[in-house]
C-alpha cells in the first residue's frame, strides 16, 4: 500500500519546531523575541500534545543556550531558539561551544528581522556563524525550513559544532504547505570527555586547531548540499546569486526578462566556492540578491573586487542598503519596468503609530512618574526594552533612551555618576530578570543616586504573553538580595486613583540620595482579559 503522505500549514518557525520535534529532539530552551518567538510556542504545544521533549522558555538567552549545551553534553539532540539581537547575549557561550566538541547535534536558530519591524538593530546574523567558523544553512521556504533543520541535527553530531539556521522575518511569519516524516527516536544518554568540554588553556588550543582542521571539509559540505543549486544559461551573459527569501523574489521576475540568466541559488555558509566559480565562468555580469547586509556580495568583491566582471547588489547602490528585499526592488535591480499598480490617494488612512493598549498598567506607571519629575531641570529616564518603551511616544513622551535589555540600570547609574539628577530606570519584570539584575547589584554595591522603576506586569507580554520568572513579592526579594536597602524598596499599584500617592513614593526615592527601587505592579491587561474568556 502506498504511505499517506503527510503535510499540514505552517508558519515558517512552526516548520523548523516541527523538524526538531521529529528529529529525535530530547529539549529545546529560547527566549521570547520576535520573529522567533513562535517557533518555541509550537515546541510546546507538541510537547503537551505527544510528550518526550521537554521545552521551556528561559529568563535568557545565554541560559538558554548554556542549557541547550548541557543537554549535547549528555549525547542527547537539542535546539536553542532566539531573535537576532539574542544571539548577542548568547555570544559567550556560542562562540565557545564552537570549540568544544557538541555529542548530541546543537541546532541554534537565529531569526533577523531586516526593517526592524519590531527590533533595535537589522544585524545579519551570518556574520556569526562566519565569526565562529561554524556551517551555517537559510532555507528559502517553509519546506527547506523543515528539511534543513533535520539536517542540521546530522551535521552538528557529524562534525561535532553546533549549526546555526538563518531565518528572516517574511519566512518566520508566513504560512506555506510542509511535507514531513516521521519521527526518529532520542539518542542514547553518554557523557562528553572532559579534554574536550573544559576548555582550559592547553585543551583550548587542541579543541581550535581541530576546529581549523574541518573547514575545509565544510567547504566540500557546502559544495555537495542539495540545497544549493546551480543553473547555467547558454544565452545571457548575466549570473544571479541569491540567497534565502530573495531567491523567491528573484523568481518572481526573471520570466520577464528576454534571455534566462544563470542562477546560483546559496543556502550553506561557508560558501559553496565551487558553484561560485561556475558560475563566475559562465557570466559576465553578476547580481547579487541576499536578504540583509551584503555577506556574500562583499566576499564575491574582496578588497579589490573582480577584474573582468560586472558586480552589483547592495553595495553597488542596485539594492537598497536597509531594510527587506522585495519582489519590487528585485525587479528593478534586474533592469525591468515596474509592473502596473494602483495610485490611491495620499493620506487616505490616517497614521496610527503603537500605543499602550487601553488600561495598561505602563501607563498609570508613566504619569505617576512624570508627576514625581515635575521640577527638576535634568530629569532622564533610561528606558528598556519592552511594551513600555511605546512611553517613549505622545501622549506620554516620558522616556529618553532604550538601547537593548538591561541597559536602563546600567545607564541610570553611568548617568548618575555623570552629575545628572534624578537619574531613572525603568525596566520590566522580564528583562529585569533577563538582563537588570546584575547592574542593579553593581548599582547597590556603590549605592550610587538614582531610582529604578520596574514595570511589573506578571508576564512577557510584547511577545505575546510568555511566563516570567519573578513577579510581586520575588522581584523585592531579589532586590534586597542584590543589595537594596530594604526600606528603599517601596512597591505601588499603578491605577488612575492612585496617581497623587504612586507620585509622592517615587519622589520620596528620587530624594533619597542612594539606590532606590520602585516596584510597580498590576497584570497585563490583556492577561486578564485572555483570563476572563477562559472562564
Known sequence: MKKAIKKD????????ALAAFQAGLTAAFSYPGTPASEIMEYLIRLARQQGGVKATWCVNEKVAYEEALGVSFAGKRALVSMKHVGLNVAADPFMNSALTKILGGLVVVVADD??????????????????????????????EAYEMTRVAF?????????????????????????????KRDPNPLRRGDWQDWT??????????????????????????????????????????????????????????????????????YPLPLELIQQLMSAAQEILIVEEGYPFIEERLRGLLGVQDKIIRGKLSGDLPLTGELTPDTVR???????????????????????????????????????????????????????CYTLGALPPLSAIDTCVCMGASVSMAKGGAEAGLFPSVAVIGDSTFTHSGMTPLLDAAAANVNMTVVIV?????????????????????????????????????????????????????????PGTSVVISTRECIQE???RAKRR
Open 456 to 512: 511589573d506586569n506578571a508576564v512577557v507580554a510584547m511577545t505575546g504573553g510568555q511566563p516570567t520568572y519573578a513577579t510581586g513579592e520575588r522581584l523585592a526579594q531579589i532586590c534586597a538580595g542584590l543589595g537594596v536597602a530594604p526600606e528603599h524598596i517601596r512597591q505601588i499599584i499603578p491605577l488612575p486613583k492612585n496617581k497623587e500617592v504612586n507620585s509622592r513614593v517615587i519622589k520620596e526615592e528620587i530624594e533619597y
Open 9 to 16: 500549514v505552517l508558519l515558517g518557525d512552526e516548520a523548523v
Open 332 to 386: 528593478a535591480a534586474l533592469g525591468l519596468a515596474p509592473l502596473p499598480r494602483l495610485e490611491i490617494e495620499e493620506k487616505l488612512l490616517a497614521s496610527r503609530p503603537p500605543q499602550l493598549c487601553p488600561g495598561c498598567p505602563h501607563y498609570d506607571t508613566f504619569v505617576a512618574l512624570k508627576e514625581a519629575l515635575k521640577g527638576y531641570s535634568q530629569a532622564t529616564v533610561f528606558s528598556d526594552i519592552g
Open 154 to 182: 546530522d551535521l552538528s553530531e557529524k562534525y561535532h559544532i553546533p549549526i546555526l539556521l538563518r531565518l528572516v522575518t517574511r519566512l518566520s511569519h508566513s504560512r506555506s504547505e510542509v511535507v514531513y516524516g516521521d
Open 199 to 268: 576548555l582550559l588553556p592547553a585543551n583550548a588550543r587542541r579543541r581550535f586547531a581541530a576546529l581549523l582542521d574541518i573547514q575545509q571539509d565544510l567547504v566540500r559540505e557546502a559544495n555537495s548540499s542539495p540545497f544549493n543549486s546551480l543553473t547555467l544559461s547558454p544565452t545571457s551573459s548575466l549570473g544571479i546569486i541569491t540567497s534565502g527569501i530573495g531567491y523567491n523574489y528573484v523568481q518572481e521576475n526573471i520570466n520577464d526578462l528576454d534571455q534566462p540568466p544563470s542562477i546560483l541559488k546559496i543556502s550553506t
Open 114 to 143: 531586516p526593517s526592524m519591524h519590531s527590533s533595535q538593530n537589522e544585524q545579519d546574523s551570518r556574520y556569526y556563524a562566519h565569526f565562529a567558523r561554524i556551517f551555517c544553512l537559510e532555507p528559502s521556504n517553509h519546506q
Open 528 to 530: 486578564v482579559k485572555k
